[in-house]
């Protein structure tokens, strides 16, 4: 067992404010339309063990973007479904000629273990409830072409904390940066000791108080099936948490509304919020691309 290779990408928590500085500063230069061919003959295996649409389809994209070929690998139809280990798959991409793999795994820890025991950088897209880095990345890119600066922000991170890989991440990014960060939803998705996880989090259980003052409204995905789960009514819910155009008024007058995706409109949030003047969640996705080629640079050593 080894150490990770230089230029993984694990987790958020791992990382100084200067490496991600460094990072968005050089997504800062990305353009995926105009960009020099700085991982040409580089091969990236995108390794998905979970469904995924804009995370699988950004780094793909990111990555020819920057002219390295790419091939996908998911469970159903690869070797995966005959039983391979998550390590017999990693060597086997090793030795067709990998030189970094992109993976997303339903089981926290599972791109760490493959970074251990391979001599490439290992790139966490998402695993289990444990971090998404990439996805914390581009949500401060989305921060700073909106609101300049982290200084002083105020951010209320809403919905389904407890199972969310995204706002785990969003955490430790933000925390490192000095943000103020208000969690908020029922007890069963946002227990107290949430506000333990980094420095600057504090739980709110009323939606209307962790607006007030806010600047970034950030929104995660609701699974029905936790809902119910955890005996919390839908409709119940929707009353206390789902987004409004009236509750979207407490925030500030230029508050910007976030959302990983996939979005539901009618649940975590309305319509009318979702394609208003304030959702940036367009945007947001949109910047997972040149976020993502940074990040692929930034592995295979040509972050210049
Ligand atoms: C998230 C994920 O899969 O972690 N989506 C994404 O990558 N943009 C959020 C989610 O599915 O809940």
Do not use: W
Not at 2 to 13: F, M, Q, T, V, W
Not at 98 to 110: F, M, W
Not at 232 to 252: F, P, V, W
């Amino acid at each position: 067992m080894n150490k990770p290779a230089r230029g993984s990408l694990l987790g958020i928590e791992y990382l100084e404010a200067k490496d991600i500085r460094a990072l968005l500063k050089l997504a800062r230069r990305m353009n995926p339309l105009k960009a020099r061919p700085l991982l040409r003959n580089k091969r990236i295996v995108l390794l998905f063990y979970e469904a995924s649409t804009r995370t699988r389809s950004s780094f793909e994209f990111a990555a020819k973007a920057l002219g390295a070929m790419t091939t996908l690998v998911q469970s159903a139809g690869s070797s995966i479904e005959k039983g391979e280990s998550l390590l017999d798959t990693g060597y086997t991409l090793r030795a067709i000629g990998a030189d970094a793999i992109v993976i997303r795994h339903p089981s926290a820890g599972a791109p760490l273990l493959m970074a251990k025991h391979l001599d490439i950088p290992v790139i966490n897209a998402g695993d289990g409830m444990h971090e998404h880095p990439s996805q914390a990345l581009l949500d401060a890119f989305t921060i700073l072409k909106h609101k300049q600066a982290f200084k002083g922000l105020q951010v209320a991170i809403i919905g389904d904390i407890y199972h969310s890989r995204v706002a785990r991440s969003a955490c430790h990014l933000l925390s490192k940066f000095g943000v103020k960060i208000t969690l908020c939803g029922p007890p069963e998705f946002v227990p107290e000791v949430a506000a333990t996880l980094a420095p600057g989090l504090r739980v709110s259980r009323y939606i209307e108080d962790a607006l007030r003052g806010t600047d970034v409204v950030m929104l995660l995905r609701l699974q029905k099936e936790r809902l119910a789960g955890q005996k919390i009514r839908l409709q119940d819910y929707i009353a206390r948490y789902q987004m409004t155009s009236a509750r979207l008024k407490l925030a500030r007058r230029d508050a910007i509304v976030m959302h990983p995706g996939p979005i539901i409109r009618g649940l975590e949030l309305t319509a009318e919020v979702a394609d208003g003047a304030q959702s940036v969640i367009v945007d947001e996705v949109q910047n997972g691309v040149p976020t993502r080629m940074a990040i692929l640079a930034r592995a295979l050593g040509k972050a210049r």
